[in-house]
């Protein structure tokens, strides 16, 4: 009889936010899959954890991830766990799920510590509906893609972010959904320097501007305002803006022109049609 997967969630910055079921399963697995094993080996040595550990990240994903099904076929027992937070969730453990899922394997998991509900829960911002966007692309050309196809998304939208690439999302971001876009940057969450800044997009490009943020970060972003009945279409918009700029008329003054006449916010509109123009 196979064996059973489980997913364990580990802390993503307070060690004692591991819970008391995910010591017992670490402890009692037969081996865990762990995405960096020197990670994992601080975490079991600070809960006198001894356990055998495989590799499963995301490089090693097809090879390790048969090794595993291999091994939970034979009948015993794994621990998922990634460096932090939720595996699977933008982490390595989404292929290895779906691979024992096909093969009837049981897959169990515990709940736990996760950024993106960490941070959507302390946002302020809506949290009935909301949409996770993970990490956006480097390419240039996805980035834009996934950011339009944004553009105007009602719930509440979550990203990931390396802080070096902090200030160029919260500019794409601005250049989208306009710079009055009100936003939770949710920054070291459970650690000790904790921080959570609920502002605008124009405010937030602001403050990092000419200081390099620090520190993991989670963006919660309102999502857009819902489009009253008679409400100007955005796309009609674009196209007289496109009209005019083909008349002649600088950027600014074709959006303005456009806006005025139409009843729409001049900085969104001109955002939008700059993201157009760039597209
Ligand atoms: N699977 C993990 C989870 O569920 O929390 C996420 C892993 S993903 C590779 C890492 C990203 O999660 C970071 O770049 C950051 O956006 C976010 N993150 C992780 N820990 C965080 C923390 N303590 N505070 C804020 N963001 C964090």
């Known amino acids: 009889m196979p064996g059973t997967l489980y997913l364990v969630p580990t802390p993503?910055?307070?060690?004692?936010?591991?819970?008391?079921r995910a010591v017992e399963t670490l402890s009692q697995a037969d081996f865990i899959a762990a995405e960096d094993t020197r990670v994992t080996l601080k975490l079991l040595n600070h809960f006198s954890i001894k356990k055998s550990m495989v590799a499963y990240y995301r490089h090693n994903t097809e090879a390790?991830?048969?090794?595993?099904?291999?091994?939970?076929?034979?009948?015993?027992?794994c621990a998922l766990v990634s460096d932090a937070g939720t595996p699977a969730v933008s982490d390595p453990g989404e292929e290895l799920v779906k691979l024992c899922v096909e093969h009837g394997v049981d897959v169990i998991a515990l709940p736990g510590p996760c950024a993106l509900t960490t941070a959507l829960s302390v946002s302020g911002l809506p949290t009935g509906r909301f949409t996770f966007e993970g990490f956006?692309?480097?390419?240039?050309?996805?980035?834009?893609?996934?950011?339009?196809?944004?553009?105007?998304?009602?719930?509440t939208m979550i990203f990931y972010e390396a802080p070096h690439k902090l200030l160029t999302t919260l500019q794409d971001l601005a250049a989208v959904f306009g710079p009055d876009r009100r936003l939770a940057l949710c920054r070291e969450l459970t650690k000790l320097h904790e921080e959570v800044i609920r502002t605008t997009l124009a405010q937030a490009v602001e403050r990092y501007r000419d200081q390099p943020?620090?520190?993991?970060?989670?963006?919660?972003?309102?999502?857009a305002q819902p489009v009253a009945e008679n409400a100007p279409d955005p796309g009609d918009a674009l196209a007289q803006v496109s009209a005019l700029r083909q008349e002649g008329l600088s950027l600014k003054d074709a959006t303005r022109q456009v806006a005025d006449a139409l009843g729409l916010k001049r900085n969104l509109l001109y955002s939008m049609a700059l993201e157009a123009e760039k597209a």
């Open 136 to 155: 956006l692309a480097m390419n240039k050309k996805n980035r834009r893609d996934h950011l339009n196809s944004l553009q105007h998304e009602p719930r």
């Open 213 to 223: 943020p620090k520190g993991e970060f989670v963006l919660v972003v309102e999502g």
């Open 64 to 77: 390790g991830g048969q090794a595993i099904l291999k091994r939970l076929l034979d009948g015993e027992t």
């Open 12 to 20: 993503i910055g307070n060690l004692s936010d591991l819970s008391p």
